[in-house]
């Protein structure tokens, strides 16, 4: 699997595809791996967005649900995304319910 890795400010992620974008969160365990069947299929009707979830970086009191949920609303606005569709697996559905 090889996708670029592209950094923007402080956030690294991938990006794949031309479209809405389909912003793809990983959970606390995840890896890029579990979603290339993901990226492979949408990128052919969307923008797919990986962005990597500082999960072992983000000091202690940021490092929560609603910690991680502020960082990704914070990427997404940086990006200027609009009409996102998100996908979390793992912790990370949770991050699409605070974010909404």
Request: proline share 4%.
């Amino acid at each position: 699997m090889q996708y670029e890795i592209k950094q923007h400010d402080k956030f690294s992620y991938i990006e794949e595809g031309e479209g809405e974008p389909l912003v793809l969160l990983h959970g606390l365990f995840g890896a890029l791996s579990n979603f290339k069947p993901l990226i492979d299929h949408f990128k052919q009707y969307n923008k797919v967005v990986v962005p990597m979830l500082p999960l072992l970086d983000m000091d202690i009191l940021h490092t929560s649900v609603s910690g991680l949920a502020k960082y990704v609303h914070r990427f997404i606005e940086t990006r200027d995304y609009k009409n996102i569709h998100l996908l979390g697996n793992s912790l990370a559905a949770m991050l699409d319910w605070c974010i909404c």
